[in-house]
Every structure is written in C-alpha cells, then in structure tokens.
C-alpha cells in the first residue's frame, strides 16, 4: 500500500512553541481517525514546522490483527 502523504501549506500561528506537543498529538489523533476510514494500517506521523524547518515530530503505529 502506499504512503498518504497530506501538507498544510498555511500552518496554524502558536503564541509560543509549548503548545506545539499538545496540537501535535490532536493532529495525530486526528490523522489515525482519517486512516481508519479507509482502512489504513500503519505509521501515522506529524510533523511541525516553523520557517527554520521541522522542530517536533510525533507519530503513532495502527495495527489491524485479525483474532
């Protein structure tokens, strides 16, 4: 299967970077929920960026075991 790769190419503005983990874990929270629509396993990541480049990355795994 391959990769959905999605970009947010106007970013949210943060009053400062301590709020970035918490936002970075909602987008997370909310890209699994969008993989799980299309029956999408596998490592979901999100990645913040400011004008110097990346800065926080989190990421999760999805696994679909059949029992």
């Not at 970077?17 to 979901?44: C, M, W, Y």
């Not at 999100?46 to 795994?61: C, H, I, K, M, T």
């Amino acid at each position: 299967m391959t990769p959905t790769r999605s970009f947010d190419d106007e970013g949210v503005e943060l009053p400062n970077t301590g709020e970035a983990p918490q936002l970075a874990l909602e987008l997370l929270g909310q890209a699994i929920l969008d993989g799980s629509r299309r029956g999408a396993p596998g490592v979901t990541r999100v990645e913040l960026r400011d004008q110097n480049g990346p800065f926080l990355r989190v990421s999760a795994a999805v696994v679909i075991e059949k029992l």
